[in-house]
């Protein structure tokens, strides 16, 4: 069966669906979005997913269309429609400020939203980062001032992983006022004498659904660990690094600047959290 995709109410075949050139998603990056996990045919984390869904409206002062419970529906209904996509699947969202006639920076008025929802097979894991680690550059950050909202305007993120690629590396991590923030599609932790620690949340940083996630497998396993400033200094002379998000769940990292963090290679205690990560995913 060919993809179904949801575009404003409806369900139909990916190719049937089209939008306007006048969406504002288009023509100013006017919009926003999420990545949910589906695991065993189930979303992972839905609800905090939603919520930070409806965050990223109030913060681009866009009403949200739909309430929680019909967020959910069209969710259900979208992997409903896509079980050849297997049972782990990677489903996006996606709300614009709509399509109106004229193209102007202020607010439309009375135009409705954009909502486009599609998933498709979850990711093969890369048996390269996963047994070599991923390396990584730093950079200073070159974002604005709202990284707590998952907003479609992302061509600085764009820039930034095509700088990674361009040097040779998987991801960059991005120092701003003198602190490791996150990542350019992920979130970051160290690790340094067993205490894992990842920033704290702030508008420089989006709260990411799997860091949230990995906080509450340390808590649960009782592993130390801090929401903490990190200094570029600390991330250099770390025993660990990890990299989260929605696709790439947790991943070690084990260059950074050309230079091997710790031991070189994915560290023990990733393993151990990554394990406990694989074999807790399923019930969220
Ligand atoms: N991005 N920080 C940034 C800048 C991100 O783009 C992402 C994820 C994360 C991790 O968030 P989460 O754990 O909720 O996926 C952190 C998604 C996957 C993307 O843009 O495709």
Redesign the pocket.
Known sequence: MPASVYLNGELMPAEQASISPMDRGFLFGDGV???I?VYNGQPFCLVQ?LR?LQNSCDGIQLTNPYSLAQWKKVVLDVIAANVDAGHDQ?L?IQVTRGAPAARDHLFPESVQPTVFVQTKAFPKSDERLLSEGAKLISSDEIRWQM?HL?TTS?VA?VLLKQQAHDNNADEVVLIRDGYVQ??????CFIVKDGVVTTPPKSNH?????????VLHLLAKNNIQHREASIAPVELEGCDEIWI?????ELMPATMLNEKPIGTGKPGELWRQVYTLFQANKYDE
């Open positions: 979005y999420e990545v996990p997913h930070r990677s996006y990284c998952k992302l993120n996150e990542c350019s599609v992920s979130n940083l989006l709260p990411g659904i799997t860091r949230d996630f989260s998000s929605s696709t790439k």
